[in-house]
């Protein structure tokens, strides 16, 4: 394992570092990530470029209308335990507490849990039901994607040569609406997702609105479960409805077989999730309105 350890103090050096060592180079935050697989020579680096200690990329804020913007520093800890987040995108935060040990939390930064694009990311599918966005910064300036565009591959993203992510951002959610992620692990929260699933909808009387469901770890990306979202959208809430939302749901998953479940086994989990989401969030709204 060895490689040069190279420390940007600012991003424009970040951005120049990772444009002289373009596909050589591998950017450090917390490192959780990473670290394991250089150790484990999945990746072989030649360059590791700290980004840990740049100024101002470790918030966590909200302006006046509600719409959140994410650091891509901060922590997963840090995030887990925002009181602001727990009131205004609680999902965020039942997702964020649900990444790793504790030790994990306190080290792992929420833009390396995006951009090492892993498939069975905890805080993804949350953040794409919620609509939010990445903010890039590289040599050709600032660009804003969208989280779901953000993704192409395991391991990959849309990130061009010297761009890093410094910023996620989150709109407002609208009023009687709720969400919840599921993560089904073997070793609970410490273990990596054999399946996760994020459900965000409002209710207008008894139709849903605004469906959003999104699928972790049963596809080559974190995935959008478009048919089961029509489905719903604009229905009045009925068990059969939900129970065909999440058949419909596990049709559209895309998992592999691999040593810590069958591709059989993920699919029929999406199905039992799915529904467990559904229900449990129309729940949730009954209760407030």
Request: charged share 20%.
């Amino acid at each position: 394992m060895r490689f040069d350890y190279l420390e940007a103090p600012t991003i424009r050096e970040a951005i120049s570092l990772l444009s002289t060592y373009d596909g050589k180079a591998k950017v450090i935050a917390g490192g959780t990530d990473l670290m394991n697989l250089i150790r484990t020579k999945m990746i072989k680096p030649e360059y590791v470029v700290d980004i840990g200690h740049l100024p101002g990329l470790d918030h966590v804020k909200y302006d006046d209308k509600g719409a959140l913007s994410i650091g891509a520093l901060t922590t997963i800890r840090a995030l887990e335990m925002s009181a602001d987040v727990r009131e205004h995108h609680p999902v965020l935060s039942q997702a964020a507490g649900q990444l790793g040990s504790m030790a994990i939390r306190n080290v792992g930064t929420i833009g390396g849990n995006l951009c090492h694009a892993s498939p069975a990311a905890d805080t993804a599918p949350p953040l794409i039901a919620l609509g939010a966005g990445v903010k890039i910064v590289g040599p050709a300036g600032e660009r804003t994607v969208a989280l779901e565009d953000f993704f192409t591959g395991p391991g990959q993203t849309v990130l061009q040569k010297g761009e890093m992510v410094v910023e996620i951002l989150v709109p407002p959610m609208s009023p009687h609406t709720q969400g919840v992620y599921l993560k089904h692990a073997i070793r609970g929260a410490a273990d990596l997702a054999i399946v996760g699933v994020a459900f965000i909808a409002a209710l207008d009387g008894e139709r849903f609105r605004n469906v959003r469901i999104v699928l972790g770890a049963v596809g080559p990306i974190p995935m959008r479960a478009r048919n089961a979202e029509e489905l719903l959208e604009g229905r009045e809430t009925d068990q059969a409805l939900i129970e065909n939302a999440a058949q419909t749901a596990s049709d559209e998953s895309r998992p592999i077989t691999d040593v810590r479940a069958s591709a059989d086994y993920r699919r029929e989990m999406v199905k039992v999730f799915t529904r467990w989401a559904i229900s449990g969030t129309v729940n949730a709204i009954t209760d407030i309105i």
